[in-house]
């Protein structure tokens, strides 16, 4: 009986190792998991700030849409928000209660949209969608333009009120803001790249009529890969 005992404890042991290894094999061992850290856990422990600085220009719209702007920031997305007068910048931080540390990031984003001259409605996009970016560049990087040459080429970006630049809007699925001789384009990474394409040829001097019929084969051919 005691000689069995042996060989019954061996074979349960070379059952379980044989089962070990079938669930090693399987892949059926299950992996550590680790939750993401909040805001306040990390930089040990101190809020992390965010300042976005406020073109003399930009005062009145931004007083006008404050609660606008603060209502998302400080409900939704739990974000201390400040106005420095004296500094003229808005001020961001985070919160104990913050849920991600990149919604700080993202109303600083949102903030600086606003600045750029795009619509509260447009801009808070910023907040909601994470493949969203602001793309900026000037007249003069394209070509350099003076003068004359250079109002006209404002003209034919923006097109008899506004016809050209709401066709490229429209079609690209993007929101352009033309500020004297720069130029700020917010959509996702692909859609921003087929805006700025068309709003390249009409700087260069390309017709209207051309930059339309091209912008429709680029829509048609985004549609079916969606």
């Known amino acids: 009986m005691e000689a069995g005992r042996p060989a019954s404890a061996a074979g349960q042991g070379e059952s379980s190792s044989s089962g070990a290894m079938a669930v090693d094999a399987a892949g059926g061992v299950e992996k550590p998991r680790f939750e993401a850290l909040m805001?306040?856990?990390m930089s040990g422990g101190r809020p992390q700030f965010r300042k976005v600085p406020v073109p003399q220009h930009r005062f009145?719209?931004?007083?006008k849409a404050w609660m606008d702007i603060y209502t998302p920031v400080y409900e939704h997305m739990k974000i201390d928000i400040r106005m420095n007068l004296k500094a003229r910048r808005v001020e961001l931080k985070t919160r104990q209660d913050t849920p991600d540390v990149s919604n700080l990031q993202k109303c600083a984003d949102?903030?600086?949209a606003f600045m750029l001259g795009f619509d509260i409605a447009d801009a808070v996009a910023l907040l909601r969608l994470d493949d969203l970016y602001v793309d900026?560049?000037?007249?003069?990087?394209?070509?350099?333009?003076?003068?004359?040459?250079?109002?006209r080429a404002i003209g034919r970006l923006s097109g008899k009120g506004g016809k050209t630049k709401y066709a490229i809007e429209n079609s690209t699925r993007t929101r352009i803001v033309i500020a004297d001789t720069k130029i700020h384009i917010l959509g996702s990474f692909v859609n921003?790249?087929?805006?700025r394409d068309s709003l390249c040829s009409l700087i260069l001097g390309s017709p209207a009529g051309k930059?339309?019929?091209?912008?429709r084969a680029v829509s048609a051919r985004l549609a079916e890969r969606y």
């Open 60 to 63: 009145a719209p931004l007083k």
């Open 110 to 112: 949102f903030v600086h």
């Open 136 to 151: 900026s560049f000037e007249i003069k990087d394209v070509k350099t333009l003076r003068g004359e040459h250079l109002s």
């Open 192 to 195: 921003i790249k087929v805006a």
């Open 39 to 41: 805001p306040s856990e």
């Open 211 to 215: 930059v339309y019929s091209k912008l």
